[in-house]
């Protein structure tokens, strides 16, 4: 092979490994894409199943302590609505004796229940 030839064929192969360099450094740089876009997939798709388990398990508690609590959701016309628990209006509530009338006494309560 004659040197001008020798030095031709180099050259084009120095050229061409240049090349290859850089087409691989880009079709690296978009498969790491790839893989970052899959990962993050992946992560949003387990978030989203443990939200869902979460949502279903709730979802079976409530069921359950409705079922444990013996209510149903339907009353009925007759039914009575219970009384619950909220601040004294004076001339409306008939618990006089079991209010307290003071921070001393709501103090002297909240000590015997420890806290």
Do not use: K, W
């Given at each position: 092979?004659p040197f ?96 307290a009338a ?14």
């Amino acid at each position: 092979m004659p040197f001008e030839e020798f030095r031709t064929m180099s050259q084009e192969l120095s050229d061409y490994f240049d090349y290859s360099v850089n087409s691989l450094e880009t079709i690296h740089g978009g498969l790491n894409e790839v893989l970052m876009a899959q990962g993050f997939q992946d992560i949003t798709g387990q978030i989203i199943r443990r939200v869902i388990d979460l949502v279903h398990n709730l979802e079976n508690s409530m069921v359950e302590l409705i079922r444990i609590s013996g209510g149903s959701t339907d009353r009925g016309g007759d039914a009575r609505e219970p009384e619950l628990p909220g601040p004294v209006v004076p001339g409306i509530d008939d618990r006089e004796g079991e209010t307290a009338a003071s921070q001393d006494e709501v103090d002297d309560l909240l000590s015997s229940l420890g806290f």
